[in-house]
T-cell receptor, first 114, second 113 residues
Framework: KAGVTQTPRYLIKTRGQQVTLSCSPI?????VSWYQQTPGQGLQFLFE???????NKGNFPGRFSGRQFSNSRSEMNVSTLELGDSALYLC?????????????FGEGSRLTVL | DQQVKQNSPSLSVQEGRISILNCDYT??????FLWYKKYPAEGPTFLIS?????DKNEDGRFTVFLNKSAKHLSLHIVPSQPGDSAVYFC????????????FGPGTSLSVIP
C-alpha cells in the first residue's frame, strides 16, 4: 500500500512569508504527527492529530499550526517565517495511538527560509 | 530541555563487529522506548521498541537494553553490516500519550567494510 506522502518536497520562502505543508497518511491511519528536524536537534515534536482533533502539542510558538481533515489528511502552516524555521518537516502516521510506538514517516518537506 | 539525549553524534565500527548506540532520558514518566533508523533523503523507519516492564528486547541482529534506574537504554547491532550505516534515533513516550513520541538528536553510525 502507498506510504505517507508529503508535498511539496522542497520549497524556498523569504522571511515574513507563510507556508503550508501537506501530508497524506497511509490509508486507514487516523493519527498524524508532525516533526521538525534540524541539525543537532533531532526530531522536535510539533503536534499530533487524530480524527480532526489535536491531541498533543509540542513547545513551538503559535506561528506553527496544523489541522486534520475528515479523510485524515493533514496540513501544517507556519506564518511569519523566520530564518530559524529552515528545516526538514516530517509527517508520520499511525493507526491510532501507535500501539507499539511505530510511526510511519514520509520523506519530508525541506523548507529553506531566505 | 532535551528529554531524550544521545551524547554521541557519530560512531564508526568495523564490519562484523558490535555497534553499541547509547541513549539517556530525563523524564521518569517515559515507559515506552523506540529506535528508529534514517537513511539520507528518506524518512525514519521503526527498528525496535521496548516497554519499561522489560529490560531486553531482541529482534534478529538488533537488541535493545533498558536500565530504568539509570534512565539509560542502548541498541546493540551484532554483527554490524555496511547497510546499517545510517542515523539512529532513540525515542520515548509515556502513558497515556503514546502518540506523543519524543526523539533524541540521533547518532550517525558508519560501518566500515
Amino acid at each position: 500500500k502507498a506510504g505517507v506522502t508529503q508535498t511539496p518536497r522542497y520549497l524556498i520562502k523569504t522571511r515574513g512569508q507563510q507556508v503550508t505543508l501537506s501530508c497524506s497518511p497511509i490509508s486507514g491511519h487516523r493519527s498524524v504527527s508532525w516533526y521538525q528536524q534540524t541539525p543537532g536537534q533531532g526530531l522536535q515534536f510539533l503536534f499530533e492529530y487524530f480524527s480532526e482533533t489535536q491531541r498533543n502539542k509540542g513547545n513551538f510558538p503559535g506561528r506553527f499550526s496544523g489541522r486534520q481533515f475528515s479523510n485524515s489528511r493533514s496540513e501544517m502552516n507556519v506564518s511569519t517565517l523566520e530564518l530559524g524555521d529552515s528545516a526538514l518537516y516530517l509527517c508520520a502516521s499511525a493507526v491510532w495511538a501507535s500501539e507499539n510506538g511505530e510511526l510511519f514517516f514520509g520523506e519530508g518537506s525541506r523548507l529553506t527560509v531566505l | 530541555d532535551q528529554q531524550v539525549k544521545q551524547n554521541s553524534p557519530s560512531l564508526s565500527v568495523q564490519e562484523g563487529r558490535i555497534s553499541i548506540l547509547n541513549c539517556d532520558y530525563t523524564n521518569s514518566m517515559f515507559d515506552y522506548f523506540l529506535w528508529y533508523k534514517k537513511y539520507p533523503a528518506e524518512g525514519p523507519t521503526f527498528l525496535i521498541s521496548i516497554s519499561s516492564i522489560k529490560d531486553k528486547n531482541e529482534d534478529g541482529r538488533f537488541t535493545v537494553f533498558l536500565n530504568k534506574s539509570a534512565k539509560h537504554l542502548s541498541l546493540h547491532i551484532v554483527p554490524s553490516q555496511p547497510g546499517d550505516s545510517a542515523v539512529y534515533f532513540c525515542a520515548a513516550s509515556a502513558w497515556p500519550s503514546y502518540d506523543k513520541v519524543i526523539f533524541g538528536p540521533g547518532t550517525s553510525l558508519s560501518v566500515i567494510p
